[in-house]
Structure formats: C-alpha cells, structure tokens
C-alpha cells in the first residue's frame, strides 16, 4: 500500500488542488511552487518510489507523466513560451516525496523561478 502523501491524495485522503486527471495520472498544484505554475504529476494505479526503482516494464509510466504535462501546458496555454520539466531521484537530487513524480514549471524566463536555465 502506498502511504505516502500522494497517495494519500490519490485516495482522496487528503485535499490537493487537481488541475489534470485521466485513468493512469494525476496533476496537482505544488504546495511549495518554486514557478508560477508548479503542478506536480504522479501514477495513480503503480507505486514506484524513485526512478530507480522503475522497471523495463513500468517505462511507460514515464512517458505517460510527460504526455499530461505536455497536454495541460497545451490545454493552459502556456505550451508556445516553454515549460520545464524535472524528475529528481533521491534525497540529494531533491526528492522528498518517494513516489515518482515530474514537476512542471512554467509562467516565466529560465532562471526567474530559481531553476537554473542551463
């Protein structure tokens, strides 16, 4: 079982402001956005705790988090000026939450939300 807080936000157990949903993933606002839009996207049916936990077989679950962000930066209207997407894996690149997730940052130029645009 999967009791971490995504999960407990996929269950429905705890609130989060969703902005996507289909039958494999979430997207909800980041609660600590680091851009003007920081959405967070997760699996919903499969845990995997970081990226080197995935399986061959599970791959897919990546590009399925890729093909929603890229369709909310459409659906948003901010797809044409950019967006930014990040996977950390662990504690020192980052990661706090031990499910696999990928951020989508966007609302403004490269290095003016913190990230570095290199």
């Known amino acids: 079982m999967n009791d971490t807080i995504f999960g407990k936000i996929i269950r429905r157990e705890l609130p989060a402001s969703i902005v996507y949903e289909d039958d494999e993933v979430l997207g909800f606002k980041d609660i600590a956005p ?3 839009v920081h ?6 049916a499969v845990h995997v705790p970081t990226l080197d936990d995935l399986t061959p077989e599970q791959a897919f679950l990546v590009g399925k988090l890729i093909l929603a962000a890229a369709q909310y930066a ?12 990040v996977m950390n894996c662990r504690q020192d690149a980052g990661q706090t939450v031990y499910h696999i997730h990928l951020h989508l940052l966007a609302g403004a130029p490269l290095g003016h939300f913190g990230v570095p645009g290199r």
Not at 39 to 44: D, G, Q, S, T
Not at 74 to 85: K, L, M, P, W
Request: aromatic share 14%.
């Open 34 to 36: 680091q851009a003007p």
């Open 39 to 44: 959405v967070l996207f997760i699996p919903k």
């Open 74 to 85: 459409r659906d948003e209207g901010f797809a044409q000026n950019g967006y930014r997407v």
